[in-house]
């Protein structure tokens, strides 16, 4: 589906995870809505016990919110670092104010939580790229939909 024109009705278990991994960084990503002409994405996110599954970052342009669905992490901002846990929502606004990292801190349990990143500012559309600040390592990323590569800049 390249528009969301209709009413999406799914669970997780009726998606096909994609297993990332970069890095010292590894998720299971349940893709429910992609960025392709839509003014959002939304994902099911499965991280293992002790793992991240990005590193410290911003995006430019996008506002992102975390519902955690189950298990435990630790939340890093610029603000310090808070534990969260089910039923926790973590909204985090565009630039460096929104930097982020979430961590799963648990030894055996994976951490689930439901990744939306809204892609609208004013009157800019984010629907064809993501630009991404890896703030602890001064690097840019450029992600284009379409494309199964991403940009990277030092």
């Not at 278990?13 to 349940?30: A, L, T, V």
């Not at 991240?52 to 995006?59: E, I």
């Not at 104010?97 to 030894?107: F, L, M, P, Y």
């Not at 990323?141 to 379409?146: K, N």
Request: glycine share 8%; with cysteine; hydrophobic share 30%.
């Amino acid at each position: 589906m390249s528009q969301f024109e209709k009413t999406l009705f799914t669970s997780k278990d009726k998606i096909e995870p994609k297993r990332e991994m970069h890095g010292d960084f590894e998720y299971d990503k349940y893709l429910v809505l992609p960025r392709a002409g839509n003014q959002c994405t939304i994902a099911f996110m499965d991280v293992a016990p002790g793992k991240s599954a990005y590193p410290y970052h911003c995006h430019v342009g996008i506002t992102e919110v975390f519902y955690i669905i189950s298990g435990d992490g630790l939340v890093i901002t610029p603000d310090g670092e808070r534990h969260v846990k089910s039923g926790d929502v973590i909204a985090f606004p565009p630039g460096d104010a929104g930097a982020h990292r979430i961590v799963n801190t648990s030894e055996s349990e994976t951490l689930c939580y439901l990744d939306c990143k809204c892609c609208i500012i004013g009157n800019i559309s984010y629907q064809k790229a993501d630009f991404s600040k890896y703030n602890t390592e001064d690097v840019w990323r450029l992600s284009v939909v379409g494309k199964k590569r991403s940009a990277w800049r030092h």
